[in-house]
């Protein structure tokens, strides 16, 4: 009779190698001493470089085996001295760039009022035909203030009101000793809008 005898074993992250080369296509750039074809040991290292009339866009220029994957990320290398127009990012302003969008344009971005940053990168820049910059993400966060006063008709007046018209603010209106009124006589600053509708005032007949 034949007896199998085990025996526990444990197979370290450390001792896992890469089956095959940085996952990536090669598109304006080339390897340097990687062949793409594995396995590649722990702690292998391949570099990358552009091509020539090439630059560096984003990406890693060396990426490291380690413990069965590829540190860091593809190499993307661009081509050319322009860049086409810059994103249009949802909710935000773009100053700061014009036409022809030159290497080395920065385009700057800043959240549209009454929105915040939540994360992303303000500027953009024109490398190699490429914009580099993660987008900016803006957030609605308004409390806008109103940029002027509510409009008086004719016979009416304000008090208890005065600029800056910030957000919840509330002006207060009457009209004239025995004219008749319509309308609120109080009306507050929500996020840039004024509540209620304009006090009118109708002069008596005598």
Known sequence: ?????????QLTRSSLSC???PPGRRINNHW?????QGPYPHGAKCEYTCRLGY???SGSRTRFCRNGAWTGSPLVCGGGTTCRSPPTVLN????????????GEVCRYSCRPGYSRVFGSTSKVCRYGSW????????YTATLSCSSAPPLRTWS???????????????HFGCRSGYPQTGSRSRTCRNGVWTGTPLTCVAPYW
């Not at 580099?132 to 993400?137: E, H, P, R």
């Not at 007046?157 to 002006?171: A, E, I, L, Q």
């Open 1 to 9: 009779m034949t007896a199998c005898l085990t025996f526990p074993f």
């Open 19 to 21: 089956l095959n080369g």
């Open 32 to 36: 340097t001493d990687c062949n793409g």
């Open 55 to 57: 630059g560096i866009v």
């Open 92 to 103: 935000t302003i773009r100053r700061g760039c014009y036409p022809r969008y030159e290497q």
């Open 157 to 171: 007046y304000m008090y208890g009101c005065y600029v800056p018209y910030t957000h919840g603010k509330t002006c």
């Open 132 to 139: 580099v910059g993660t987008d900016l993400v803006c957030r």
